[in-house]
């Protein structure tokens, strides 16, 4: 039985790293369809949030029905925001990398 030796794996060194510039895999389509796609979201989730709020809202019947509206409706905002954007930077990186690859 015979072992086989590999090659050592090589990593590209920093020097090589800024010649390429700052951010090599950067392109301006990635960043706008990242943006498009996190807007796009974002409206989604809120609209769906509206009609779950509009749905839940019953003024005939609560004594005071805007006193928790507006702590919920802050509180999913910020959270529709979060996914959104991070739905919108998954997108532009995965086609950065589609772009330079």
Request: aromatic share 8%.
């Amino acid at each position: 039985m015979t072992t086989e030796t590999s090659a050592p794996v090589t990593y590209p060194s920093t020097a090589s790293r800024q010649e390429a510039g700052r951010f090599p895999c950067l392109t301006w389509s990635a960043i706008l369809g990242g943006t498009v796609a996190a807007i796009g979201i974002h409206l989604l989730l809120t609209v769906l949030g509206v009609g779950v709020g509009l749905a839940i809202f019953s003024p005939m019947t609560d004594a005071n029905p805007i006193s928790n509206l507006s702590m919920g409706a802050g509180a999913l905002w910020t959270l529709y925001v979060l996914v959104a954007l991070w739905f919108g930077g998954l997108r532009a990186g995965r086609v950065s990398l589609r772009f330079k690859s």
